[in-house]
């Protein structure tokens, strides 16, 4: 099963400007809170490693 997560950030009141991710083995899916059941994103672990980095 997998299970989203959503940042903590985010509040309790489901802020609408989310995404939300899960743990895919060595990938990591991304998706937009508001649309859970539309399209995600699959990106390696080590991608998105990078790109966190990059916007600090």
């Not at 950030?9 to 609408?16: A, C, L, M, W």
């Not at 991304?30 to 990059?54: F, T, Y």
Request: proline share 4%; charged share 25%.
């Amino acid at each position: 099963m997998t299970v989203w997560r959503k940042s903590s950030y985010s509040g309790t009141q489901g802020g609408s400007d989310c995404v939300e991710l899960a743990r895919l083995g060595e990938a990591v899916g991304i998706r937009d809170s508001k649309d859970p059941h539309g399209p995600n994103l699959v990106v390696s672990r080590e991608a998105l490693k990078a790109a966190l980095a990059e916007h600090r």
